[in-house]
């Protein structure tokens, strides 16, 4: 399928190193934080997530890192392997009163594992 | 299987027509979605729903409409007044209230001819 993200920061690790990927974001009151890997053609596939009272979270072979001082949100993939290859979103809750949740995106990174 | 389905896949308009994406979830979810995807950007929103019979502008709603008759279904319209009609459009759903993952559909491109 056509890629997505044409123009997009691109990372390339070595297969079976860690990659860290890195988002800010912009709203100090946004409270829950999501990262979507997304494939060429494909909708974004759910990662990890976080919340606003936790620094840290990890998944199988996934950390997210949150410092909220910084506004600064970073994914670490371990062990990086070929089927990780996509564009990677970070995705924060800014949320609007009465009407619940308001994902805002990031431009998103192309992570490409190199053998 | 539980998810979210988009059709068609690929569309094709001729200038100054309309047309019309489908987006059905059997998720039982409240709260619906439509993104726009364009090369070296993120997903901007268009509409949302929190719940039937009712729907909320995004950042970018002009030259879209939707409807909301159904739970199940949220379908977007991209009419001709929306000048860049061509990029991948995104369906999502979720669980009412704060803080709960959104789960995406396939998407549908595009393409003005």
């Known amino acids: 399928g056509e890629s997505v993200g044409l123009h997009l920061p691109t990372l390339s690790v070595q297969e079976g190193d860690n990659s860290i990927i890195n988002c800010a974001y912009s709203?100090?009151?946004?409270?829950?934080f999501i990262w979507y890997k997304q494939e060429s053609g494909k909708g974004p596939q759910f990662i990890i997530d976080i919340r606003s009272n936790m620094d840290k979270r990890q998944g199988q072979r996934v950390t997210v890192l949150l410092n909220k001082t910084v506004k600064h949100l970073s994914l670490q993939i371990a062990a990086t392997q070929p089927g990780d290859s996509a564009v990677y979103f970070c995705?924060?809750?800014?949320?609007?009163?009465?009407?619940?949740?308001?994902?805002?995106f990031g431009p998103g990174t192309r992570l490409s594992v190199l053998p | 299987d539980g998810g979210i389905t988009q059709s068609p896949k690929y569309l094709f308009r001729k200038e100054g027509q309309n047309v019309t994406l489908s987006c059905e979830q059997n998720?039982?979810?409240?709260?619906m979605y439509w993104y726009r995807q364009d090369p070296g950007q993120g997903l901007r929103l268009i509409y949302y729903?929190?719940?039937?019979?009712?729907?909320q502008k995004g950042d970018i709603a002009e030259g879209y409409s939707v409807s909301r008759e159904k739970k199940e279904s949220f379908p977007l319209t991209v009419t001709s007044a929306q000048k860049n009609p061509t990029a991948f459009y995104l369906c999502a759903s979720n669980l009412a209230g704060m803080n709960t993952e959104a789960f995406f559909g396939q998407g549908t491109r595009l393409t003005v001819v």
């Open positions: 998720l039982n979810h409240d709260a």
């Open positions: 729903s929190q719940i039937v019979n009712d729907f």
């Open positions: 709203n100090s009151a946004s409270d829950y």
């Open positions: 995705a924060e809750n800014r949320g609007r009163k009465n009407y619940g949740q308001n994902f805002v």
